[in-house]
């Protein structure tokens, strides 16, 4: 059991964490951890392996803030928890990487897949990223906690430890923030992903001659041009239509810029505007697609004209 517990008559006193300023302390306060699907995945396998009680002790640690500090490196955490006694205990988590042979089929069948490269360069994990694990006999989470290597400077004989249980957590609410922080475990960076693909969309990409083939590109059809005193006379429309939807990826450039230097708000940037972006991007559908009279869209056209 861990230092500082008492014994009597066969049972004992949990002892109580010395409490810390600045650690990192998960967001959610009740309930489960991980708002993704893939963080929540991860949350799942680890319970899964029969870890419940250990696991419930390292929550209460996550969102306590007794985990001070972590580092992620390709296959291997490191982490500071702070536990009972003064000196915090150290962490680490080694997850078993995949060899270069299997990520080469992985990134070869992410690539023939543009939504994948779109949504991750945008911080989402894509729902069936795993088909491209399973076409290389993979899983990108740990299938078996074989897959997995702990150590704990703590004196508890359990494993996981508490300490270990709450520095699981504080990675569930990092791979929100980050889903290549994963792949980095299975032992590849985000550059090492995100370089692949271009490579391989790029030399994949159908369409563009090689010049030195002297392949002749057909010029581009000539549109004549419409005078501007013809603008708003130019008769019927034959046929018009507009595909109005929801982007494949949520908030792509928010994400992609991240928070601007300007904002001094202490709400987050990326979820405030994903807020605002759902929003809008509801209002347009509804609008482009709801039932509405005609009489506003005559109103809504005249007062545009008036104010050209």
């Known amino acids: 059991m861990a230092r500082g517990d008492f014994y009597f008559w066969g049972g004992y006193t949990p002892s109580k964490p ?11 306060k009740r309930g489960g951890i991980g708002d993704t699907w893939w963080s929540k995945r991860w949350v799942n396998i680890l319970e899964s392996f029969g870890w419940t009680n250990r696991l419930e002790r390292g929550r209460r640690y996550a969102r306590g803030g007794q985990v001070l500090d972590f580092k992620l490196t390709p296959g291997k ?11 915090p205990y150290s962490v680490s988590i080694e997850i078993r990487t995949l060899d270069e042979d299997a990520w080469v089929k992985i990134t070869e069948e992410m690539s023939q897949k543009a939504i994948f ?8 994990m894509p729902q069936n990223i795993e088909e491209a694990f399973k076409s290389a006999g993979m899983s990108l989470l740990p299938e078996s906690s074989k897959d997995i290597k702990t150590d704990c400077s703590c004196p508890d004989s359990a494993n996981p430890c508490k300490h270990i249980a709450a520095v699981y957590y504080i990675l569930a609410e990092e ?21 692949s693909l271009r490579m391989k969309r790029t030399i994949d990409t159908p369409g563009i001659p090689d010049q030195k083939d002297n392949v002749d590109v057909p010029a581009a059809p000539i549109v004549p041009e419409l005078p501007l005193e013809e603008f708003w006379n130019s008769g019927e ?17 928010i994400k992609r810029l991240g928070t601007p230097q300007f904002w001094d708000s202490g709400e987050d940037f990326s979820k405030k505007m994903s807020g605002y972006y759902e929003k809008i991007s509801r209002r347009a559908i509804d609008t482009a697609y709801g039932e509405q009279s005609e009489t506003p869209k005559k109103k809504k056209k005249k007062s545009l004209l008036k104010r050209i």
């Open 18 to 28: 010395i409490r810390v300023e600045g650690g990192i302390k998960a967001k959610s």
């Open 77 to 87: 955490v490191t982490a500071r928890v702070q536990g009972s006694v003064s000196t």
């Open 117 to 124: 490269a779109a949504k991750l360069l945008a911080g989402e």
């Open 175 to 195: 791979f929100d923030r980050d889903p290549f922080m994963i792949f980095n475990l299975r032992g590849k960076t985000k550059e090492d992903i995100t370089v």
């Open 237 to 253: 429309l034959g046929s018009f239509s507009v595909n109005i939807a929801a982007p494949d990826v949520s908030t792509a450039v």
